[in-house]
């Protein structure tokens, strides 16, 4: 508990993604692969994302493409939804 995650250059996953949305990069999920595309625009961010990887993974479905925005939006959603009762 109040632990943050953060990737090699100490920036939030949230950061990262942001910048990501402002570049137009996209996640393509290919089973347990996910395609970054285009790669050139994430490439300053290599390590950053490569971290990511789990989390985009988690709210891709198989052949599924989506902008890094909506990688954002889902795991906020996820993140911030109310969990049920055990």
Known sequence: PGERFLVPSGDTPWEVLSTLEARGVRFRRQGRRVVVAPAELAKDTFRAVEHLLPLV???LEDGEEVG???????????????RAQA
């Open 57 to 59: 993974l988690s709210v």
């Open 68 to 82: 890094a925005g909506e990688v954002l939006r889902r795991l906020q959603g996820t993140l911030s939804a109310p």
